[in-house]
């Protein structure tokens, strides 16, 4: 089992529970102030409590995690989950997704540039695409 400590670093418990890949990133991060409790900046020194709460935001990913142990030393991802709670709203969790709904256009290679005709082609499924989009909306 992994080892546990009174007191411990928040870049550390990041990193050990794998939300970062490197303690320097979890650093970094808390740095920048992507990560905060109670909507406070946390520096990468500061310790953690079971209970907290803590709001991460990881490129356009954002997570809301509560401590449920601490954890020193990196474990493997089942493992690291026993050690807090995901409480990101669902809707925050699959937000960043919906922006890239749009149709992908792909030409062979070699195929040389669209003809006129091609273009007409694109635009109408672009148009036809993007009237569906606004209808849902």
């Known amino acids: 089992m992994a080892e546990v400590s009174d007191k411990l670093r928040i870049d550390k418990y990041l990193w050990a529970i794998r939300i970062f890949k490197t303690r320097s990133l979890a650093t970094e991060a808390c740095k920048a102030g ?12 500061a310790v953690v409590k079971v209970g907290e709460t803590y709001s991460v935001q990881k490129g356009i990913e954002r997570k809301v995690l509560k401590v449920t142990g601490l954890l020193e030393r990196r474990v493997d991802a089942k493992t690291a989950i026993q050690f807090y709670e995901d409480h990101t709203p669902v809707e925050d969790t699959y937000a960043f997704k919906s922006s890239f709904h749009a149709p992908i ?9 669209p003809t006129k005709k091609d273009r007409r082609e694109i635009d109408d499924l672009k148009s036809d695409w993007w009237d569906e989009e606004q209808n849902e909306n």
């Open 34 to 45: 992507k990560v905060k409790l109670n909507g406070q900046n946390v520096k990468p020194s």
């Open 105 to 113: 256009l792909k030409r062979d290679r070699g195929t040389g540039r």
